[in-house]
């Protein structure tokens, strides 16, 4: 059992920053492939970033790369996502997910067995 708690969500000007954080419960955090997703008000959670248990492979949605990017610490069993000039329309609740996987990573949300509550990131114009 993974239990997952983001943070470091808030209010934030268009074209600011936010790094959310991911902590995870457990010993064997490095077992696990974690994604980030986002749900915007009245819209489906999408699919953000996802890397893999070692941190030595990611994968970001086309539409973010280069403003977004996922890391992590298997030391500090944390998960990050660092979101760089950010804009109105990525106003949503951001979860973290993590599913066993020694190698792989995914954008599937029905490929991850634990979700956190999800935090929430505002952006204003």
């Known amino acids: 059992q993974v239990q997952l708690v983001e943070s470091g969500g808030g209010l934030v000007q268009a074209g600011n920053s936010l790094r959310l954080s991911c902590a995870a419960s457990?010993?064997?955090?490095?077992?696990?492939?974690m994604g980030w997703f986002r749900q915007a008000p009245g819209k489906e959670r999408e699919f953000v970033a996802a890397?893999?248990?070692?941190?030595?492979?990611?994968y970001h949605v086309d539409s973010l790369k280069g403003r977004f990017t996922i890391s992590r610490d298997n030391a500090k069993n944390t998960v990050y996502l660092q979101m760089n000039r950010l804009k109105p329309e990525d106003t949503a609740v951001y979860y973290c997910?993590?599913?066993?996987?020694?190698?792989?990573?995914?954008?599937?949300?029905?490929?991850?067995?634990?979700w956190g509550q999800g935090t929430q990131v505002t952006v204003s114009s």
């Open positions: 890397i893999s248990g070692s941190g030595g492979t990611t």
């Open positions: 457990g010993r064997t955090f490095s077992s696990y492939a």
């Open positions: 997910a993590a599913y066993r996987s020694l190698v792989g990573y995914s954008g599937n949300a029905k490929a991850y067995d634990y």
